[in-house]
């Protein structure tokens, strides 16, 4: 059974399936050995795609070490914001998170250009950058050298849109409004290019900052909208899927190291199943999510290709300038937009 296999099954299913996948690649040994537990922490909520794949990560290196290594899971912001969690992940604090590449781009800026706004129509072309061989694989292996970070797996977050409390057709109707930005240059690239100003909060304080003004809007994927409740305190979502979001699971290399050589076979093999598993869970759930979200109260626009085709140009423009030659060499940014056109 291969991974493209499973895919677009329930997630129930799938998790099934998995198991059975996994159980015929694996040959778990029956030696004693001591029991290792890794510290996993993330910041998100039951629900989301990070959350609830790690759960079958950690499920599945549990049933197929025979309990020998485990992963404690910290979810919820319980140890930190992405950024905390990352800088315990390289000092060792944490064994392992579930981030995203624009933080993992303090250690290989190329990393930011899996970002990129209106650079990939969609999960598949991302998955090509990743498993090229002199792009998303080599940087990769800088990550582990430079960093001492491993990325296990990566899987499909789903695509970035915009929500406001007001209606918006065009780039002109965002002009002016704050929209919260990530604190990195891509993601302030991309949001001046859809045309609000953009205004970093971090994540666990987004919603409060939606309440309470102190931005007018956020831009996240459907099953994030709707895992943190954001359609309590946003009314319109404006379907601009203007990123495909990657997320990797990452552990501490010195941590990776420690665990047996089988056992980390395990590992590595379990974390590409789960982020199987959290790929098919967010198309299903985003498919679904859509009538959820509307019989909240959220209206959703679909903009006009001319609409699309402006954001487009205008974002491509802002990082061109910004960030292409700046954060990651020059002409990366065309070399990554032709592999996909």
């Known amino acids: 059974m291969t991974l493209r296999s499973v895919r677009r099954k329930s ?3 799938l998790a099934f399936a998995i198991v059975a996948a996994f159980a015929a690649m694996v040959t778990v ?4 050995a001591a029991n290792t537990e890794l510290r996993f922490a993330h910041v998100n909520s039951p629900g989301d795609p990070c959350h609830d794949g790690t759960q079958v990560f950690a499920d599945l290196v549990k049933k197929l070490t025979d309990g020998r290594l485990t992963l404690k899971i910290f979810p919820k912001a319980q140890l930190g914001n992405q950024r905390e969690l990352f800088a315990q992940l390289r000092s060792g604090a944490v064994d392992a998170t579930c981030t995203n590449y624009p933080i993992l781009s303090d250690v290989v800026p190329e990393f930011l250009t899996l970002n990129g706004g209106f650079f990939y129509d969609d999960w598949e072309q991302v998955r090509a950058v990743l498993d090229s061989p002199d792009l998303g694989q080599a940087w990769q292996k800088q990550l ?15 695509a970035r849109n915009v929500t406001l409390n007001k209606s918006a057709n065009s780039r002109g109707d965002l002009v002016g409004l704050k929209l919260r930005a990530v604190p990195n240059p891509i993601s ?10 953009p205004t970093p909060v971090a994540f666990p304080e987004l919603f409060q900052a939606l309440r309470q003004g102190v931005v007018d809007g956020q831009e996240n994927p459907i099953p994030v909208i709707h895992a943190h409740k954001f359609y309590e305190v946003q009314k319109f979502l404006i379907r601009t899927r203007h990123q495909i979001n990657a997320m990797p699971f990452v552990i501490n290399e010195k941590a990776f190291q420690k665990v047996p050589a089988a056992d980390r076979r395990i590992l590595v093999k379990a974390a590409e199943l789960a982020a199987e598993w959290a790929t098919n869970h967010t198309i299903v759930r985003t498919e679904s999510l859509v009538s959820d979200l ?6 959703m626009i ?15 423009a802002e990082i061109a300038t910004n960030v292409d030659g700046k954060i990651w060499p020059k002409g990366m940014m065309q070399k990554i937009i032709s592999l996909n056109e």
């Open 11 to 13: 997630p129930a299913l």
């Open 29 to 32: 040994q029956t030696a004693s």
């Open 144 to 158: 582990v050298e430079k960093g001492g970070v491993r990325v296990l797996g990566s899987f499909y977050y789903g």
């Open 188 to 197: 302030l690239a991309i949001v001046r290019g859809l045309g609000p100003s």
């Open 294 to 299: 509307e019989s909240k109260g959220m209206t």
């Open 302 to 316: 679909q903009p006009t290709a001319a609409a699309l085709a402006e954001w487009k140009k205008a974002v491509r």
